[in-house]
């Protein structure tokens, strides 16, 4: 049974998401309003901020499940209900979650380093590039959870994600890295038939109008770049998150508080994001683990692997592999 139905809920969907849209508003329209290099200081406060607020809301998430619960007849039908223990396991879960696509956006920060690297884009302009990109993402993202909610009502749906998690983590742990080419990208090959796209950046114009024609910048090209990898990684993320717990309006905000606190995450970890060279295989561990939960753990478990083994060792594969990196050194760094 879930425990908040978008049936009841749908005014907290839309105050949530009132709420992001006034903090990316805030953000852009006051704190960034003039284009400037985002220090490592200010992507820390940042960093503080968002991760504050995820941790308020999830407190408040469980003060208001322990109220509610109680009250709410329909679940007086489920067989040994515990109020206080389903609160309880309601805010482990979005813990556990925002601390999976957390883990997991790290890999988008690889991808921003390269590209922007790949396109020269100034560190000054890079981040209205995220914010609009990121803005893009929490569309993509909750799209892409509304469909993962309907195709969870069905059985064999579960297993199938559960598969498709545990072979991308085997893929991702034996992947090489590999030099990212946008110009061979699909999306941006077709997008150049419709538009020409200028050589030259212009300020921080998306678009710059050169001989009376419009022209794509490749700022623009870099924030579609980036809008295409997105996806890809929805497509993994989304999946795992629905690992952790079966309750949308909890996938949905644990994904979305991870996904605001990701460009101040950039800009903290861009210059040292090389050091953690053990991570992939980190992340590549807990995709599978949460593949196995889907597939066989929870089923073991009498349905529900227990949501504390599930935090510790999550938390544990991430915390190993950061420590590994820092104290074994790269292949790359012994030969040299």
Do not use: C
Not at 74 to 85: K, M, V
């Amino acid at each position: 049974m879930i425990l908040f139905p978008f049936a009841e809920y749908w005014w907290f969907y839309g105050l949530f998401t009132l709420f992001v849209l006034l903090m990316l508003a805030l953000d852009l329209g006051v704190f960034h309003r003039k284009a400037h290099a985002v220090s490592f200081k200010e992507a820390s406060i940042w960093s503080v901020v968002w991760v504050s607020l995820a941790l308020f809301f999830n407190y408040i998430l469980y003060r208001y499940a322990l109220w509610k619960f109680p009250q709410d007849e329909r679940l007086f039908s489920i067989p040994n209900f515990n109020p206080d223990l389903a609160a309880w396991t309601v805010s482990l879960e979005f813990l556990t979650g925002y601390i999976v696509e957390k883990s997991l956006s790290v890999d988008n920060i690889f991808i921003f380093v390269m590209v922007f690297a790949y396109f020269a884009i100034p560190t000054k302009y890079q981040h209205r590039v995220l914010f609009y990109g990121i803005l893009g993402a929490l569309l993509f993202r909750a799209v892409f959870i509304a469909m993962g909610s309907a195709l969870m009502q069905f059985h064999w749906v579960i297993y199938l994600f559960g598969a498709f998690l545990i072979i991308t983590g085997i893929k991702m742990f034996f992947a090489h890295n590999e030099e990212i080419e946008p110009e061979k990208n699909f999306l941006i090959r077709m997008f150049k038939k419709i538009m020409p796209v200028s050589p030259r950046l212009d300020g921080q114009n998306f678009f710059s109008r050169i001989d009376g024609r419009w022209h794509a910048t490749p700022l623009f090209i870099a924030l579609l770049f980036l809008e295409a990898t997105d996806i890809i990684f929805a497509v993994d993320s989304v999946p795992a998150i629905f690992a952790i717990t079966k309750e949308p309006m909890i996938v949905f905000t644990s994904n979305i508080f991870a996904i605001l606190g990701l460009r101040s995450m950039y800009f903290m970890l861009a210059g040292v994001i090389d050091k953690f060279h053990l991570l992939k295989y980190g992340l590549a561990i807990v995709l599978v683990f949460v593949g196995l939960k889907m597939v066989w753990l929870n089923d073991a478990f009498g349905g529900k692997f227990p949501i504390t083994w599930s935090l510790g060792i999550i938390t544990g594969v991430i915390a190993l592999s950061v420590v590994g990196s820092l104290l074994i050194p790269r292949r790359d760094d012994k030969l040299a």
